[in-house]
């Protein structure tokens, strides 16, 4: 904890002060007289409402209406309808909204409105749509099942305005390459046709998969909202279909369509024994591809091969990561993009039989620590046959650390140590992580030895301006070699209690806004994090600060505020110097009357006695270190007594601590921003063992932290006990020990 002085204001300041702070308060009195008539402006000229989530619906933008619309019967009800249900009115309303304007939009698209049809499911969809999403989620008497289904339903939204907004898109296209491809044709440049042909192709099957998604999206808002779909999913319908038409002049005009004859040579296939298939690709006109290179996809892996001058092929099927149920596998024929021929498909029947593979020469290094690159080498067969093109993973102790890829049968690569790592003597797992395919699951294992990371955490706090109670607390988690950490949970604290838990960012920074009470001018209130370190390799690190009260002139929060409080300060100094001034004339000019020269005299003209009061006072502003200390350490223990009285015995021991700190001076050699336990550290007992002083300020300075970082409560009496151990240690004397002297030892120290 870094000590602070505090200020501690002298007769003439604070008299200063508070002149200009009643000629301020009589200022803003006046000011008053000018607040009901900005009101009153601001009642009649104000432009802006503010919208509740309960009023949504109020607040929302027209609906978009075409000309069609003007002769039908409007789809939308009104949002007054719903307003008795509260929320579940304005989700339901919403749901109707949102679905309105997915049917609209379906039916701009049909009439080739593309602009319109996009706006339908743009920006103000999306509001909608998280104004839905904001109003499920709250809506009270849901059970957890139902605000699941809210939750996919609004996803249901999302993915299907994100489809039709694609859709709108691929067929503006496709619209737009058909009209190149035209003219293309028409110019007599075939290859250029050729190209574009194939174009619209890859075209067509995108809104073809499109379209479908949207309609089957439909059937789902339906069974949810009630809403009906039909009109809608006959416009998507529509709109495809004239794609597909068109599609098949274009084909009819360019390709040749293909079929896929196979002969597979049985059914079983396993990774030890792949299936062989034969086959050719047959044209139209029942003629093959003959002495080609073709490419096929089988069940998705792409296989090159080569048709001989008959047309025939053969090629294995080798399942590696495939289901065991799996009962048949799709074969493709993927024509040249420059070829005139159409591709094609066919299934072909399988049952796949799982082998058992190994895992073995595992090799890694000894010792690893968080961040760490950490080396690991090993092979994969089954039966001596090199497994490739799959992956393994790697593990310390059920934490996963990454994957590796398995070439020809060896992998060899490095994997990076997370935080979540625990130090100790862990175990390296690597896994085949397979359930139920055509390669079985298979690990194994070597020890490793996981070091520990010490950690750094520093952090600072201030009060948000004009915003009473509200603090920004700053800071970063990096390790004792500043390398930051990130992805890290950090536990905010204010006056001990846990209010926040927040999370380390990439570069090991954390800025969080948090609640607290108000900090008096008088009084002081600590912020502190703490990070664990539970479940890592990482060390616990823990950064506490104070924020000290301020005079309550500062900023004010108003435009108008902040116009009168300058001049009322202003005004107010000038008062005061003017005050001033009258009443040093008068003193002058009294004490030039008053008989004894230079020392005024009382009414019945004696010189009067010396104010005691007045002594203290100038003795207090003696320009003294120790005097202006002790006076420190007094008002401290002074209102650490006042937090006890008042039930508050953690602000108690910490305004406590500060004491203790102040009355402990720091030189060159004892930087103030020492933390607690390091200014302990700095007044440890010599070699000839803990002394009763040094056994104290152990016992204050855990009695300290348990205050300043942990939610676990502090009795009155435990409280009382350490505030007399305190004000041992700063030399004053407490009730029970009647001890009057000043300790030299410990103000010298």
Known sequence: MSSRHIFVPSEKFQYVYDVVRVVGILLLLCGLLIVPAIGVGAATTGEYTVASKSSIADHVAPT??????????????????YAADGDSGVEAWLSDRLSGQLQDSAFSLSENEYDLARDFVGEEYRDRLSQYVEVAGDTEGSSDDED?????????????????????????????????????????????????????????AEIEAAGGTIRTNYDIIEL????????????????????????TIVREQQFIETALILEPEGETASFLDPLTIAGSIETADESVIADEEIRLQIDGETV??????????????????????????????????????????????????????????????????YSDTLPVEGELTVDDVPVDDVSVEAS???????????????????????????????????????????????????????????TSLEMDAAPIANDDGNYTVNGTLTTADGDA??????????????????????????????????????????????????????????????????????????????????????????????????????????????????????????TPMADPSA????????????????????????????????????????TAYSAVRQAWPTTADRDETLTHWEFYQHHSPTDDGPSKQDE??????????????????????????????????????????????????????
């Open 224 to 247: 949810e909202t009630g809403q009906d779909f039909t009109e809608a999913d006959s416009s998507i319908n529509e709109s495809t279909s004239a794609v597909e038409e068109s599609q």
């Open 696 to 749: 104290q300020l152990r016992d204050v300075t855990t009695a300290y932290e348990q205050a300043a970082f942990t939610p676990n409560s502090v009795s009155s009496d435990n409280a009382e006990a350490v505030l007399d151990m305190v004000r041992r240690l700063c030399g004053r004397s407490t009730p029970e020990s009647g001890v009057d002297e000043v300790d030299s030892s410990v103000a010298d120290d």
């Open 615 to 654: 002594a203290t006072a100038a003795a207090t502003e003696t320009p003294s270190d120790t005097v202006t200390t002790a006076r420190v350490v007094d008002a401290l223990l002074t209102r650490a007594d006042d937090h006890l009285s008042d039930d508050r015995p953690k602000r108690a021991i910490r």
């Open 396 to 454: 310390i102790d059920g934490s996963t650390i990454g994957t590796i890829s398995v070439t020809d049968g060896t992998f060899a690569d490095t994997v990076r140590i997370p935080a979540n790592v625990r130090d100790g003597e862990r175990s390296l797992t690597v896994t085949l992580p397979y359930e139920d395919r055509a390669l079985a699951a298979t690990n194994t294992t070597t020890p490793i030895s996981v070091s520990e990371t010490q």
């Open 64 to 81: 978009i209406t075409t000309d069609k619309e003007e002769n039908e019967t409007v789809r939308h009800r009104n949002p007054e309808e």
């Open 485 to 606: 950490i990130p992805d890290q949970s950090v536990e905010v604290l204010v006056d001990g209690e846990s209010v926040e838990s927040v999370t380390t960012d990439s570069d090991g920074t954390f800025s969080e806004r948090v609640v607290g009470p108000p900090v008096a001018d008088d009084d002081e209130l600590q912020i502190g994090a703490v990070y664990d370190g539970e479940g890592t390799s990482l060390t616990s690190a823990q950064a506490e600060t104070i924020v000290q009260g301020q005079p309550a002139v500062g900023e004010s929060s108003s435009l108008f505020d902040r116009i009168v409080s300058p001049w009322t300060a202003l005004l107010g100094l000038i008062v005061l110097a003017i005050g001033s001034g009258a009443m040093w004339w008068r003193r002058d000019r009294h004490e030039t009357e008053s008989p004894g020269g230079d020392r005024p005299t009382d009414y019945d003209g004696s």
């Open 304 to 369: 090159d091969t080569r048709t001989d001058e008959s047309g025939a092929f053969a090629v294995d099927f080798q399942p590696l990561s495939q289901q065991r149920s799996l009962s048949n596998i799709t074969v493709a024929y993927i024509p040249d993009r420059q070829s005139t021929y159409l591709g094609t498909q066919t299934d072909v029947n399988v049952s796949i039989q799982q082998v058992q593979p190994t895992i073995s020469s595992l090799e890694t290094a000894e010792t690893t620590a």
């Open 148 to 204: 699941e289904d809210e939750d996919d339903l609004g996803e249901t939204f999302n993915e299907t305005a994100e489809e039709q907004e694609r859709l709108t898109d691929l067929i503006e296209a496709y619209e737009q390459t058909l009209e190149e491809y035209e003219a293309a044709r028409q110019a007599g440049d075939d290859e250029l046709a050729l190209e574009l042909a194939r174009e619209l192709e890859d075209l067509a």
